[in-house]
């Protein structure tokens, strides 16, 4: 079945790092593609997205691109803050109409001062 | 305005009780998920509905588990003689159309159950 797989954590950096959590997938078919987060005490959020091949999906500073050929989809940014820190999930929905999301198991992130 | 909400908060329920979740999903919004989220883990989906029509409960774990959403808004997800595994968060999600169409799926607060 369709799978996504993550950078273990916890990810701990100084702020204005550069940051990057690995996320790999298994997947039939042309999945879309989401980074999802969730901050302290608040719930899931779309952080950004990208729904085939080569697109880049980007929002707050962050990106990650759809790389088919690697079947990966890296989250990046280049200058971290402290208002980053929470869990960050990468997440894959299948096509065709089936709409239910698969998750990764989740990166929390630490943004020390 | 307001976004997919949640009740109770926090349950907790001695095992062999039965249990019941609900979800307000955004007013208008199509298509409605559970998601069940272990501590330390990502949510696992356990099903769907397009308006009130349940499309896909392949996640659901056990027969003990049953969703419904009669009028196509609001949905109650029910847990039948409860169970220490069955301790999660269970989330609850909304988006604005079914069908083909790709769009963000909303979350709710989530329910934090426990069973002792």
């Known amino acids: 079945g369709n799978s996504v797989t993550q950078m273990e954590g916890p990810v701990t950096l100084s702020e204005e790092a550069f940051l990057t959590i690995n996320c790999t997938y298994t997947?039939?078919?042309?999945?879309?593609l989401f980074w999802y987060v969730q901050y302290p005490g608040e719930g899931l959020q779309l952080l950004l997205k990208a729904t085939k091949a080569d697109d880049k999906g980007s929002n707050k500073g962050f990106e990650a691109t759809y790389r088919k050929e690697t079947t990966s989809f890296h989250l990046e940014k280049g200058s971290v803050q402290v208002s980053d820190s929470a869990v960050y999930f990468c997440?894959?929905?299948?096509?065709?109409?089936?709409?239910?999301?698969?998750f990764g198991q989740g990166t929390r992130l630490t943004i020390n001062p | 305005g307001a976004g997919v909400s949640q009740s109770p908060r926090y349950k907790v329920a001695k095992r062999g009780q039965d249990v019941a979740l609900r979800c307000d999903p955004i007013s208008g919004h199509v298509s409605l998920f559970w998601y069940q989220q272990a501590l330390g883990q990502g949510p696992e989906f356990l099903t769907y509905f397009q308006n009130e029509a349940q499309l896909d409960k392949s996640g659901l774990p056990s027969d003990r588990f049953f969703a419904e959403r009669p009028e196509g808004s609001v949905s109650t997800l029910k847990i039948q003689r409860t169970q220490q595994e069955d301790s999660a968060v269970y989330l609850c999600?909304?988006?604005?159309?079914?069908?083909?169409?790709?769009?963000?799926?909303?979350f709710g607060p989530g329910t934090r159950l426990t069973v002792l």
């Open positions: 997440a894959l929905s299948e096509g065709g109409g089936a709409q239910k999301l698969v």
């Open positions: 999600a909304s988006s604005l159309v079914g069908g083909l169409r790709l769009n963000e799926q909303f």
């Open positions: 997947a039939t078919g042309y999945p879309s």
